[in-house]
């Protein structure tokens, strides 16, 4: 159980260009989602908190017009990284949380290449 | 505010040696969860355990332990006879319950740790 998929796995864009990144919870509810970036050896990087049916909660320094956040049903949240740019290029991931308990269970990941 | 140190960056260990991670934690808060998740070359997070604040009981699965002591404010990961397929970079994570109910919160994460089996 606790199977969270993500959309698609890799993606090269010219710059200036829109992304959209799925992720879903497959076998369970989960109220709050999030999405994370890491760097090249690096540690994760919360980006913001999405909440099912509200707008989603971004960290300090992460631009809400540049990275949209839609949590439409108790199973997918999407991310669109709007008007992409070569800084841009990471891997993204996001994770899913049950309704009660506090674990949160990963995507597999995106990377995003921008050219 | 909530900090997790990970001070080893790199570990490297030939296969059916042990290894122990080590993770310490900051946090003021009485009530809360300690993870470990395992990332693979693939990229996934995978999952490991998770450990509340009024447990300090010691766990064990299969070739994994982890050692919980709040006298140290840490909680290391032990692997017993470690193998290839062990190599990956391993995080240590915590998170404190944003509300009485235990509604989500945010995880705050270690800079992990890579470890590396040699055959």
């Known amino acids: 159980g606790a199977v969270v998929s993500q959309h698609p796995s890799r993606v090269i864009c010219k710059s200036g260009t829109s992304v959209k990144i799925e992720c879903r919870s497959l076998?369970?509810?989960?109220?709050?989602m999030f999405w994370y970036r890491q760097f090249p050896k690096q540690s994760l990087m919360l980006m913001a908190t999405?909440?099912?049916?509200?707008?989603?909660?971004?960290e300090q320094g992460v631009e809400k017009d540049k990275f949209l956040i839609n949590h439409a049903s108790l199973t997918l949240s999407t991310l669109t990284v709007t008007s992409a740019h070569p800084e841009d290029s990471s891997f993204y991931i996001c994770?899913?949380?049950?309704?009660?308990?506090?674990?949160?269970?990963f995507g597999p990941g995106t990377r995003l290449t921008v050219l | 505010a909530q900090k997790v140190t990970q001070a080893q960056t790199e570990i490297s260990v030939v296969e059916k040696e042990d290894v122990t991670l080590d993770c310490v934690y900051e946090t003021r808060d009485t009530t809360y969860y300690l993870f470990w998740y395992k990332q693979p070359p693939s990229g996934e997070l995978v999952f490991l355990i998770r450990r509340n604040s009024f447990d300090e009981q010691n766990e064990i699965s299969g070739r994994y332990s982890w050692n919980f002591q709040k006298s140290t404010s840490s909680f290391n990961f032990t692997i017993t006879a470690s193998q290839v397929v062990d190599s990956a970079v391993y995080f240590c994570?915590?998170?404190?319950?944003?509300?009485?109910?235990?509604?989500?919160?945010?995880?705050?994460f270690g800079k992990g740790i890579t470890l590396s089996v040699r055959p």
């Open positions: 994770s899913a949380s049950l309704v009660l308990g506090d674990t949160q269970y």
């Open positions: 999405s909440n099912e049916g509200s707008k989603a909660t971004y």
């Open positions: 076998d369970f509810q989960a109220t709050t």
């Open positions: 994570a915590l998170s404190v319950p944003l509300s009485y109910t235990g509604a989500n919160s945010k995880l705050t």
